[in-house]
């Protein structure tokens, strides 16, 4: 693969040019949960289809929540992410409201 100015990413050196890798994560997290079977606080993520689904570690549940009224109780009960910003709720506050 080359970069900008077309020199070949894979040469080493300290004339060579990488281009700066930034990693994304597969999954958005969309707020924090308890997880209906075992009870145990986990992530709730936005699937491709911008609903709403949840992953358990610990008793390996995988929830989908794809219903209006499964979404509304999901809601409910569902903690936004500690370290987001003031803009960050309110695109998930835009985002619960599209969902519903």
Known sequence: MKDEEGRNEAMSGPTATRLERRTVPALEQFG???CPICRREVAIYLARTK???LNCGFCSARVFFNGRESIKLLLRGMRPIKDQADEGRLANQERKEEIL
């Open 32 to 34: 924090i949960g308890n």
């Open 51 to 53: 609903r709403p689904f």
